[in-house]
Nanobody
């Protein structure tokens, strides 16, 4: 599985962005998907995960109510809608695929990774 993330950019605090992650291959619909981010000098951290069916989602506390993960299995794409962005959301955002149908928050559980897309939130 190859993953290609896009949609990052520069946005003012309070603004919105939607990240996309396009996957190759026929197995996308059987994989859980996740989004992670890594800010300069910090460890990679979990943002959200969605089950293969799209029926189950899970978020880190700091993004609940602001970010929404979704997927379109017909388009082999997972999305991260980010609203009410804050400067502390600035990071490189990565999408990842987990061969299991339900993922978790541990980056080591994911089998495939995209290249990352930079999100910069100015104050």
């Amino acid at each position: 599985v190859q993953l290609q993330a896009s949609g990052g950019g520069l946005v003012q605090a309070g603004g919105s962005l939607r990240l996309s992650c396009a996957a190759s291959g026929r197995t996308f619909s059987s994989y859980a998907m996740g989004w992670f981010r890594q800010a300069p000098g910090k460890e990679r951290e979990f943002i959200a995960t969605i089950s293969s069916s799209g029926l189950s989602t899970y978020y880190r506390d700091s993004v609940k109510g602001r970010f929404t993960i979704s997927r379109d299995n017909a388009k082999n794409t997972v999305y991260l809608q980010m609203n009410s962005l804050k400067p502390e959301d600035t990071a490189v955002y990565y999408c990842a695929a987990d061969k299991r149908r339900v993922g978790d928050s541990s980056w080591s559980s994911y089998d495939y990774w995209g290249q990352g897309t930079l999100v910069t939130v100015s104050s």
